[in-house]
């Protein structure tokens, strides 16, 4: 056993701490300490004009613009708008049904993260939870009037657009993915011809062909529902990502993962289940992420065929002749809204890779 010397001393300052950190990584060059002057320059021309129009001059209480006295936020508009900015035009005598459906599934995750059946759960969650969604929000059923689509908007839009695009497009990319891999040429080159088709093209375009094109393969008189197209669009668009993405962890994993599942006697759709598929989605697990984190993002983009989402919210209510000039105030709200579950998806990442690491003993 190798003893330390008795007289041990601790690592000088300058070589620990933040004191290093700050000495490696902004003050390690001329180059890096130009830029580090630089960057608190323009910090502190943003960030204490940012802070006296945000907090210090804002106005907080109120009903109406003309409680805005000051020359800071106001507040009060986020504040009275903030319905419509959480579910749009929804009516107001049935506002208990979204958020019954969010404490739903709030109250679901919680579980599935802090109890035991946690399997069951997310079976739960995947499942049953979008029918009792669906059946909540629109209605028609134990006497709950019904709810249009059209009058659904803002957070409430954005988090249906976003959640039906990232669960159902996962399964349709893991088969297309499956499918550029697979050895029959007819399968190999559709898929090939799908993927590299929709990920040339924009989002907004496929948008309007979902809108505008998809309705004419309906028989005459059929009125297909404006949400149901535009999830259809988004979910075939995110699908042809999600399938690059699998594809690359599919290219990741080792020739020997392969071979030592032939050499156990799996059939195809054994080895890939158990094996190849599995490993490849640990791998691509912040491709995934950040590919879902875009995909909520550009919700925004369904306000071009006339469904109003939180941003389009902002614009709608920003234009009402008693709040005029007050979009400044909404936006900063959407950007800190957009913010929120964008960085809590990168952190469920984050734990996401360091529960499943298998590149440390345990």
């Not at 579980?111 to 049953?128: D, E, P, Q, T």
């Not at 197209?229 to 042809?240: D, K, P, Q, S, V």
């Not at 105030?329 to 957009?338: Q, S």
């Amino acid at each position: 056993m190798v003893y330390p010397p008795k007289h041990s001393k601790e690592p000088p300052v300058l070589e620990r701490g933040a004191i290093a950190w700050i000495r490696h990584n902004l003050l390690s060059s001329p180059f890096n300490i130009a830029f580090t002057i630089l960057g608190i320059a323009i910090l502190y021309m943003v960030i204490p004009p940012f802070i006296h129009w945000a907090f210090l001059d804002a106005t907080f209480v109120g009903h109406s613009k003309s409680d805005c006295t000051g020359d800071g936020a106001c507040w009060v508009f986020v504040k009275e708008k903030l319905n419509m900015f959480m579910f749009g035009f929804y009516p107001q005598a049935e506002l208990y049904r979204p958020k019954i459906v969010i404490v739903s599934l709030l109250g679901l995750l919680a579980f599935s993260k802090f109890f035991k059946g946690r399997g069951v759960i997310k079976l739960a969650l995947i499942i049953i939870f979008p029918l009792f969604a669906f059946i909540m929000l629109h209605g028609g059923y134990f006497g709950m009037p019904i709810v249009e689509t059209q009058k659904w908007g803002g957070l409430l839009l954005t988090l249906v657009i976003a959640s039906v695009g990232i669960v159902l497009s996962f399964p349709i990319g893991i088969l297309l993915s499956l499918g550029r891999q697979s050895k029959l040429p007819i399968i190999k080159s559709l898929s090939v011809f799908y993927i590299e088709f929709v990920r040339g093209v924009p989002l907004i375009t496929v948008l309007f062909m979902a809108s505008v094109v998809l309705p004419l393969f309906f028989p005459e008189g059929v009125n297909f529902d404006k949400l149901a197209r535009a999830l259809i669009g988004i979910t075939l668009f995110e699908a042809a990502y999600v399938a690059e993405n699998i594809r690359s962890g599919f290219q990741a994993i080792p020739k020997g993962q392969y071979e030592a599942a032939d050499a156990l006697g799996l059939g195809y759709w054994q080895k890939m289940g158990l094996v190849i598929l599995p490993q490849a989605i640990r791998i691509t697990i912040p491709n995934l992420v950040g590919t879902f984190i875009s995909l909520f993002k550009d919700t925004s983009l369904v306000m071009i065929i006339g469904l109003f989402d939180l941003l389009a919210m902002v614009t709608v209510t920003a234009n009402d002749r008693d709040w005029l000039g007050m979009d400044t105030e909404g936006y900063v709200f959407v950007a800190f809204v957009f913010w929120i579950f964008t960085f809590s998806m990168s952190r469920y990442s984050k734990y996401l890779e360091k529960k499943l690491d298998t590149s440390k003993g345990r």
